[in-house]
């Protein structure tokens, strides 16, 4: 527990460091990236990586929390207060839909998840009150911390990071409670757990409901910076899709798997990509999709499961 | 006083197949009843039964005064009954302390004090040494002690144990059966599954023979030894 | 009584049935024989209508086409579980799930990368007019589209059904332990059955290019209701993959029609919704 919270100190110092150090607004935009990634893997984590439950469909409650900022924007509200409603939407239908499907595991679950978020996404396109397909563009405020808009990309990075670090302590949190425990006994062997009084549901569900919360806070971020939301670019499989993969990739049910996996994600993805010149011609999707193969195939107990391993093994050697 | 689990004419069948057909148990507190039987006569579905991990069709399970048949399985482990499982069920990525710490938390939330529960279980099973090692990286004799101990942790009124002594060694029997006693001491009811009449013959005080679902005996180890029903389920139609 | 639309309408949703049930059919083989569901069949589906695109940019019809790009992905698909998807199979469960998903995000990303995100369609000079049968009236495209794909369909069962290798793999889908001391060869099974089920992509999206368009996401509609087919059919089922897809084809085009067309998957991905939750194992599945 102790090692979980010098290391979040010391990354949250060398990527504030980090941040204002360099001018360049194309890094600066990846570190918002990487550390929005990192929230979102993370909070799917929870669900998906500790309880074992693959969601494919996380997109949603990344949609709720920025529907809700635009939808406060549109009609001259406090973002704040658009945030919140986003959050407890987004808990919600969490609820809601958690409640039926985690009577299903396995792909069952998955393709259910898929389904949830695709009714979502053809909802939203379909009603008038968010605008529909087309969706919803800010109007301009006077940047500060009100209007939660900004002129410069610093304060996104900070913020981001305010954001990720809470998520990293609420995981060392949970790593070290109850539920912590209960859900990784879940993922090893629901019945077992069952038999020594533990309610999966009830678990999973409260799981569910922190992680939808988390991704909604996630989704109101990424709207207020891109200051514009569209179904396809925000509820939309991909998204659900690059969700799950920076929490695979890093590896499941780990502390500093999803933020690994975020930044193999904004370096491997967006920045090889771009160098290469194939942003926006798929060459992302190729990398990232080979490094999941290859994950999934030869080790999957992601990224921070093969360092685990490393540091393990030179303790042993010396 | 009552007896502590009574179980009454239980049905259960899958489709067409009836796997228990009339099953009857009575535990008494504090006692170790055995129940035996051949390949097949539904041991494991009745545990699933008691245990709350299958609802039975019909028949009647009273445990501590009260009617448990059909209660979701983890409310039954709340109540009181523990169980272990005849094919091992550890969580596999989970030490000792971990797995064992899971079933601590259920009576008690914080986690310093499940732990602390967890390690004095741990000790108590004889497992002291392996407590860091994972669940899947242990012996089969391991496996299931790793088993009682996460039931124990619970701290059960009645614990369900579901062939413990199947696969062991000599002297690993003789370690368990020792276990067997000091749980016994504690006050804990045991209700023991084996295959194998002989291990259950010196340790039981009541022993229970399933045959085809149906309970045909209930007596001493001894009368048990004796009746020609039983010996006709283990042996077959006696020679004439 | 005034039918109306009606007749037209479960005409076309029985004929848009077959076509989704030739593709849900190669995903139920896959996960019978191996419980294994392939997220990637969409995207096999995209590349067999990418070569269906080639074969006629070389001059030759999508119908001719057909064996080819069936020969082709049967290849592919064995080819892919003999390096990649065997060794999913050792790892955890859910090491499937995302191999299978990193298998779809990289061929989009092939295929993006390519062809670009255009959205193209073949010239099909062959079938171009209708079939009238009183009232309703039948495009040629999707005509030969839908009996093509019932004939492949049947080809398919009658294999499963009738044949040594068949019985070997029903066999595998029922115990894989059971098989493996009959002296079936699994992993041989395995690999013909990503062979066949790809295959069955491939024919279907050469069928497909007689009325749709190819790009690079066009796999993720087709798999989505795929899964509910095979839900609705149960897991592993192949007649529940055929009476299933008539089932969802019927419920999207009166859907489609009776709703509105922008929302017609809503009621197919609720059915998926209703079933697995109320009957799991399927309305024909056997678990």
Request: proline residues 4%.
């Amino acid at each position: 527990m102790r090692s979980g919270l010098v290391i979040l100190l010391v990354t949250c110092v060398a990527v504030a460091a980090f941040a204002l150090i360099v001018q360049n607004p194309f890094l600066l935009d990846l570190t918002f990236a990487a550390l929005l990634y990192a929230v979102l893997g993370q909070a799917w984590n929870w669900v998906s990586g500790y309880a074992g439950q693959v969601s494919f469909g996380h997109a949603l409650f990344f949609g709720c929390g920025a529907y809700g900022a635009a939808l406060a924007n549109w009609h001259h509200f406090s973002p704040w207060l658009g945030i919140a409603s986003g959050i407890v939407a987004a808990a919600a239908i969490a609820l809601a839909v958690g409640f039926p499907c985690f009577a299903l595991r396995g792909h069952y679950f998955s393709i259910a998840t898929i389904a949830v978020a695709a009714i979502g996404e053809i909802y939203v396109k379909n009603a008038d009150w968010l605008n529909g397909a087309v969706g919803i563009e800010f109007k301009l405020a006077s940047a500060g911390l009100g209007s939660l808009q900004f002129t410069s990309k610093l304060p996104w990075v900070f913020l981001a990071l305010a954001v990720f670090a809470l998520v990293q302590l609420a995981t060392i949190a949970l790593e070290n409670s109850r539920m912590g425990y209960y859900l990784r006994a879940i993922r090893a062997n629901q019945d077992a757990a069952a038999s020594v009084g533990v309610d999966a549901r009830a678990w999973e569900l409260r799981a569910l409901i922190a992680s939808a919360a988390a991704t909604a806070l996630a989704g109101s971020l990424y709207a207020q910076y891109t200051l514009v939301v569209e179904p396809e670019s925000i509820l939309a499989l991909p998204i659900s899709i690059s969700i799950a993969l920076v929490g695979v990739v890093g590896g499941l049910g780990q502390l500093w798997g999803p933020a690994l996996g975020a930044l193999t994600y904004a370096f491997l993805a967006k920045y090889v990509a771009a160098q290469l010149g194939g942003s926006g011609r798929g060459l992302d999707l190729v990398i990232y999709g080979g490094l999941i193969c290859l994950i999934a195939a030869l080790r999957p107990s992601g990224i921070a499961g093969y360092v685990r391993e490393l540091f393990a093994r030179r303790r042993l050697a010396g | 006083m009552s007896a502590l689990l009574d179980v009454e004419n239980l049905q259960k069948r899958f489709g067409s197949l009836r796997a228990l057909d009339g099953f009857s148990l009575t535990a008494e507190r504090g006692k170790l009843t055995g129940l035996i039987g051949p390949n097949g006569a539904g041991k494991t579905t009745a545990f699933a039964c008691i245990s709350g991990a299958t609802k039975p069709t019909a028949g009647k399970i009273v445990f501590d005064g009260g009617e448990i048949e059909g209660k979701p399985y983890h409310r039954v482990a709340r109540l009181g009954i523990a169980r272990t499982y005849q094919v091992v069920q550890t969580f596999a990525e989970m030490t000792v302390l971990e797995a064992v710490t899971v079933g601590a938390l259920m009576r008690h939330p914080r986690l310093s004090d499940a732990r602390a529960k967890a390690a004095d279980t741990i000790e108590f099973v004889g497992l002291g040494p392996k407590r860091d090692t994972l669940g899947k990286s242990l012996t089969i004799a391991d496996k299931k002690r790793l088993e009682v101990a996460r039931a124990l942790a619970t701290e059960p009124a009645l614990l369900l144990l579901d062939e413990v002594m199947a696969g062991l060694t000599p002297a690993e029997a003789q370690a368990a059966v020792a276990l067997l006693r000091e749980i016994l001491g504690r006050g804990i009811t045991i209700v023991m599954v084996e295959h194998v009449m002989e291990v259950l013959m010196p340790i039981a005080d009541h022993i229970v023979v399933l045959s085809a679902g149906k309970t045909i005996f209930s007596g001493t180890p001894h009368a048990a030894a004796n009746d020609p029903a039983v010996l006709e389920a283990y042996l077959g139609p006696p020679i004439t | 009584m005034e039918l109306g639309p009606l007749p037209q309408l479960l005409v076309s949703g029985v004929l848009a049935g077959f076509v989704f049930a030739l593709i849900a059919m190669g995903l139920t083989l896959i996960f019978g024989v191996m419980d294994v569901v392939n997220f990637a069949h969409g995207e096999f589906l995209m590349i067999a209508m990418y070569l269906t695109l080639g074969f006629s940019l070389v001059g030759l019809q999508p119908v001719l086409a057909l064996p080819f790009v069936a020969l082709a992905l049967f290849l592919f698909g064995a080819f892919v579980y003999r390096i990649f998807v065997r060794r999913l199979l050792e790892g955890p469960p859910e090491a499937s799930i995302f191999g299978t998903f990193g298998l779809l995000v990289l061929l989009q990303g092939l295929a993006q990368f390519f062809f670009t995100s255009d959205v193209r369609s073949v010239n099909n000079a062959w079938f171009t007019g209708a079939v009238r049968l009183g009232p309703i009236r039948i495009g040629e495209p999707e005509l030969v589209a839908a009996l093509g794909a019932l004939v492949v369909a049947i080809v398919l069962y009658v294999f499963i059904e009738y044949t040594e290798t068949g019985r070997g793999m029903r066999a595998t889908s029922e115990d894989r332990i059971a098989a493996t001391l009959m002296g079936i060869d699994v992993q041989r099974m395995n690999a013909l059955a990503w062979g066949i089920g790809s295959a069955c992509v491939g024919a279907a999206g050469a069928l497909l290019m007689l009325t749709y368009q190819v790009y690079p996401r066009v796999g993720a509609e087709f798999a989505l209701t795929a899964f509910v087919v095979v839900a609705l059919g149960g897991f592993g089922s192949i007649q529940g993959a055929f009476v299933g897809a008539i089932l969802v084809g019927l419920v999207e085009v009166l859907g489609g029609f009776y709703i509105s067309p922008a929302v017609k998957l809503i009621p197919v991905y609720l059915l998926y919704l209703i079933v697995v939750l109320l009957r799991p194992q399927g309305l024909l599945g056997r678990r």
